[in-house]
C-alpha cells in the first residue's frame, strides 16, 4: 500500500490533535504537516511534500475559497479536501467549484474522512451521499418541472403545511378557509402530484427539502 | 442711524455685542426686521431691544431675502411698502425656500390699508398683519412668542438628532455584539464539540463490549445534535453567509429558509454575486429579514416576489407580496416600529423605504441604499 501524506490545517488544537490521533491507527495515511491559517498552509505545502491537504474552510487570515483556488493553482495533481463546520448545503458545490475534491462536516463519521482522504489522494472526487443526492435531485428538477411547481400558490401553501404534519381544521383556522375549500385544495394537490395519501406528500416534501 | 443704514451685514446686536460672527453661535433667537425708513426700523430696535434676542435688519426686500438665505429667523416683521420689491413679494420668495418656508411673518403697514390687502398678506403666508403705529405691549408680546416657538422647535430638532443618532448607535452595538456572540459560540463551542466527538470515536474504536459501544454511539449523535444547535443559534444571530458570501447569497439563503419555514412560496431574482460594503450589505439583509417577518405575521401572503438589483451607484430591493396589503393607518400606527427601525436603518447609509400597499393586494416595499457608505 502507497503512503498518502497528508496535511492537516485546523485553527482549533482539539480539532487538529483529533484529527491526528484519527489518521494515526491509518496505517496508509501520515500526517507530514499541522498548520493553524491559511498562511501557514501556504508555508507549510511548500516545505513538505505532501498529496491531500485536509482544511478547515474558516481559518484566520485566508478565507476558504480563497485557499482552495491558490493551492489548486501551485498543485494542480494535488487533493484539497474541506472539513467544515458550515453545512454542506450552503458551502459544499461552492468549495468544488473553486477546486476542493470533497467536502465534509466536521459531523461526518471518521471512517468518512478516512475514506475520502484514500479517494481524493487517488484523484477522484469525493462527495458525500446526502449533497450526491441533493445534486441528482437538482439535475432531476432541470430536465423537467418538479412536481410542487404545477401546483399554484394556495396549493404549494396548503401542500406544505399538510406536509408539516397539520390537521385540515388547523389549516382552515390559520389560513382563514372553511375545512371544505381545505379539503378541495388537498383533493387538488394530490391529483395534480399523483399521490394518494397525505403521507406520500410529507415524504416528498421532506426529499426535495421542502419542509424542515 | 446712518451708519446702519449703510451697513452691508445688517446685525445690529444691542448691548453693545460684537455684531455677525459673535451672534452666529449665541443662543438667542434672530429676529428679521425689514423697513425702507430707519426711522421706523430704529424704533422697532428699540421697542424690541428689551427682549434680549438677535436683532437684524433689512432696509429693503432684497436685503431681506439675502439674509433669509443663510439664517433661521424665529419671526420676521416686515414692512408692506418698500420700494423695489415689496413686503408682498419678499414675503413670497421667502416662503417659497426650502429653508425659510415656515418662518413666520408679521406685516407692519403704515396706511390704514383696506382689507384686500390684509388678505394679500396672508395668502402669501404671513401669520400676523399688524398696522403702525403699532401697539408697543402687543408687538413684543406677539414677537416673545415667536421666539418661544422657534426655540422650543430647534430643541425638539435637537432631541430628535439625538435620537437618531443614538438609535443608528445602538443599531451598530447590536450588530457587533451579535456578529461577536454567533463568531464566538460557533467557532469555539463548535470547533471543542468537534473535538470532543474525535476523542469519544477514539474511545470507541477502543472498545469492545457492545453496551459501551453503544454508549458512545449515543454521546456521537448527542454531539451531533448540539452542533447543529450550536450552528442554528449562531445562524439566527448573524449568518455567516452573509460575512462569507455576501449579501446577494445571503438574501437566496434567507428566501429559501422563509419558504421552508412558512410554507409561503418565495421567487427570488438575484444579480450575479458582487462585492459590497459590509455596513451597507448588513443593512440590507437585515431590512429584508423585518420585511419578511411582516409578511409572515401580517399579509396572509402565499406568494412572495423579491428582486434584487444592483448597480454601480445604489443596491435595490424589491419585495412584493400578494397578501392583504398593508393600510395606510398601519404604516404610521404606534405598532409600525418594526416599519420606523427599517426606515432609520436605510437612513443611516443614506438610503430609502417605500411600503405601498393596496387592500387586498398586496404590500410593495422598495429598499433603496448608496452602493458607497456616506463618509
Known amino acids: ?212 | 442711524m446712518s451708519e446702519v443704514a449703510t451697513a452691508t451685514r445688517s446685525a445690529v446686536v444691542p448691548e453693545g455685542l460684537a455684531p455677525e460672527t459673535a451672534t452666529e453661535t449665541a443662543p438667542q433667537a434672530k429676529i428679521l426686521l425689514v423697513d425702507d425708513e430707519p426711522k421706523s426700523l430704529f424704533a422697532l430696535q428699540e421697542l424690541l431691544s428689551t427682549l434680549g434676542q438677535n436683532l437684524m435688519i433689512a432696509q429693503s426686500g432684497e436685503e431681506a431675502l439675502r439674509l433669509a438665505l443663510k439664517n433661521d429667523f424665529a419671526v420676521m416683521l416686515l414692512d408692506v411698502r418698500m420700494p423695489g420689491i415689496d413686503g408682498f413679494e419678499t414675503a413670497r420668495l421667502i416662503r417659497s425656500r426650502e429653508r425659510s418656508r415656515l418662518t413666520p411673518i408679521i406685516f407692519l403697514t403704515a396706511a390704514a390699508d383696506e382689507m384686500s390687502s390684509m388678505f394679500r398678506g396672508y395668502e402669501v403666508g404671513a401669520v400676523d398683519y399688524l398696522q403702525k403705529p403699532v401697539v408697543p405691549e402687543i408687538l413684543k408680546s406677539k414677537v416673545a412668542v415667536f421666539v418661544e416657538l422657534h426655540r422650543k422647535s430647534e430643541r425638539l430638532k435637537e432631541s430628535e438628532d439625538k435620537l437618531r443618532r443614538l438609535a443608528a448607535h445602538l443599531i451598530s452595538v447590536r450588530e457587533e455584539e451579535r456578529a461577536h456572540i454567533a463568531r464566538e459560540i460557533h467557532d469555539e463551542l463548535g470547533q471543542v464539540l468537534t473535538g470532543l466527538k474525535m476523542e469519544v470515536t477514539w474511545l470507541a474504536k477502543r472498545l469492545r463490549e457492545k453496551p459501551l459501544i453503544e454508549k458512545t454511539d449515543s454521546m456521537c449523535k448527542l454531539i451531533d445534535t448540539t452542533v447543529q444547535t450550536v450552528r442554528k443559534i449562531a445562524t439566527g444571530l448573524r449568518p455567516e453567509m452573509l460575512d462569507d458570501m455576501g449579501v446577494i447569497a445571503a438574501v437566496g439563503w434567507q428566501a429559501k429558509e422563509f419558504q421552508k419555514r412558512t410554507g409561503i412560496r418565495c421567487r427570488a431574482k438575484l444579480p450575479p454575486e458582487v462585492k459590497l460594503d459590509m455596513d451597507v450589505s448588513t443593512t440590507m439583509f437585515r431590512i429584508f429579514q423585518e420585511i419578511l417577518t411582516n409578511v409572515a405575521r401580517h399579509s396572509r401572503a402565499t406568494r412572495v416576489d423579491i428582486e434584487l438589483i444592483v448597480n454601480e451607484e445604489r443596491v435595490g430591493l424589491e419585495v412584493t407580496d400578494n397578501g392583504v396589503g398593508i393600510a395606510d393607518s398601519d404604516l404610521n400606527g404606534k405598532k409600525s416600529l418594526g416599519l420606523l427601525g427599517m426606515h432609520e436603518r436605510a437612513l443611516l447609509f443614506g438610503g430609502e423605504v417605500r411600503i405601498t400597499g393596496t387592500p387586498g393586494h398586496g404590500t410593495r416595499v422598495s429598499v433603496s441604499i448608496p452602493v458607497q457608505p456616506k463618509a
Do not use: C
Open chain 1, 1 to 212: 500500500m502507497t503512503e498518502v501524506k497528508v496535511i492537516i490545517a485546523d485553527d482549533h488544537p482539539v480539532v487538529r490533535q483529533g484529527l491526528r490521533q484519527m489518521l494515526a491507527v491509518e496505517q496508509d495515511l501520515t500526517v507530514v504537516g499541522e498548520a493553524r491559517n491559511g498562511q501557514e498552509v501556504v508555508e507549510l505545502s511548500r516545505r513538505v511534500p505532501w498529496e491531500v491537504a485536509v482544511l478547515d474552510y474558516n481559518m484566520p487570515g485566508k478565507n476558504g475559497l480563497e485557499l482552495i483556488k491558490e493551492l489548486r493553482q501551485r498543485y494542480p495533481g494535488r487533493a484539497v479536501l474541506i472539513l467544515s463546520m458550515y453545512p454542506e448545503d450552503r458551502y459544499a458545490v461552492r468549495a468544488l467549484k473553486a477546486g476542493a475534491a470533497g467536502y465534509l462536516t466536521k459531523e461526518s463519521a471518521p471512517e468518512e474522512l478516512v475514506s475520502a482522504i484514500r479517494k481524493v489522494a487517488g484523484g477522484g472526487r469525493y462527495v458525500t451521499p446526502t449533497l450526491g443526492e441533493k445534486l441528482a435531485l437538482e439535475l432531476e428538477d432541470n430536465r423537467g418541472k418538479p412536481l410542487h411547481e404545477t401546483l399554484s400558490d394556495r396549493e404549494y401553501q396548503v401542500m406544505w403545511m399538510i406536509a408539516s404534519g397539520k390537521t385540515v381544521r388547523q389549516i382552515a383556522d390559520e389560513l382563514f378557509l372553511s375545512p371544505n375549500t381545505v379539503s378541495t385544495h388537498r383533493t387538488r394537490i394530490l391529483r395534480k402530484m399523483n399521490m394518494k395519501s397525505n403521507a406520500e406528500l410529507m415524504h416528498y416534501a421532506i426529499a426535495h427539502h421542502l419542509v424542515d
